[in-house]
T-cell receptor
Framework: SQQGEEDPQALSIQEGENATMNCSYK?????LQWYRQNSGRGLVHLIL?????REKHSGRLRVTLDTSKKSSSLLITASRAADTASYFC?????????FGAGTRLFVKA | GAGVSQSPSNKVTEKGKDVELRCDPI?????LYWYRQRLGQGLEFLIY????????KSGLPSDRFSAERTGESVSTLTIQRTQQEDSAVYLC????????????FGPGTRLTVL
């Protein structure tokens, strides 16, 4: 079974709105990563947050991590049509990284 | 610099045939991963190589799947006696040493088994 599971499975918003995606996982982690996948650029790394961090920012991205709840959230502020993609959280499961099923984000212009 | 490359980009094969997929990681990346992604789904871990250590093969779905890596360079994923359920995009990624670093993904090989 997958370590990380995102919700919602799909999200549709208007350009300019914020988008929030959540990830829950099952076992202790050393870090959690978020990746984006779209048809143009494939899978790219967005941000990594370590288990001793609670919040991290990168441009319009804000990631939080709550290890007590085994959950993380990815917030994209002021969304753009170009943010349309699938977003995956990935956690370290031993010596391998385990990806969730992803959230499909659609940003309408 | 060059990213992760994979070949072929597309492969159509008949059921029962063997296929070989290739991955060229970023130079200097000691860790290499193979994943499978079925249409509309997430990434399914297949195998992980780290330097000269024994690979983590725990994700390989059956003994028809195997992978090799020579040192810290090219890797090949072989699927024998392909089945229709093997149809998917096969993604390769590499990273600096260890599983806790950012992974850089190749464009994938889209495999279609007829």
């Amino acid at each position: 079974s997958q370590q990380g599971e995102e919700d919602p499975q799909a999200l549709s918003i208007q350009e300019g709105e914020n988008a929030t995606m959540n990830c829950s996982y099952k076992t202790s982690i050393n870090n959690l990563q978020w990746y984006r996948q779209n048809s143009g650029r494939g899978l790219v790394h967005l941000i990594l947050i370590r288990s001793n961090e609670r919040e991290k920012h990168s441009g319009r991205l804000r990631v939080t991590l709550d290890t007590s709840k085994k959950s993380s959230s990815l917030l994209i502020t002021a969304s753009r049509a170009a943010d349309t993609a699938s977003y995956f959280c990935a956690t370290d499961g031993g010596f391998k990284t385990i990806f969730g099923a992803g959230t499909r984000l659609f940003v309408k212009a | 610099g060059a990213g992760v490359s994979q070949s072929p980009s597309n492969k159509v094969t008949e059921k029962g045939k063997d296929v070989e997929l290739r991955c060229d990681p970023i130079s200097g990346h000691t860790a290499l991963y193979w994943y499978r992604q079925r249409l509309g789904q997430g990434l399914e871990f297949l195998i992980y190589f780290q330097g000269n250590s024994a690979p983590d093969k725990s994700g390989l779905p059956s003994d028809r799947f195997s992978a090799e890596r020579t040192g810290e360079s090219v890797s090949t994923l072989t699927i024998q006696r392909t089945q229709q359920e093997d149809s998917a995009v096969y993604l390769c990624a590499s990273s600096l040493a260890g599983p806790y670093n950012e992974q850089f993904f190749g464009p994938g090989t889209r495999l279609t088994v007829l």
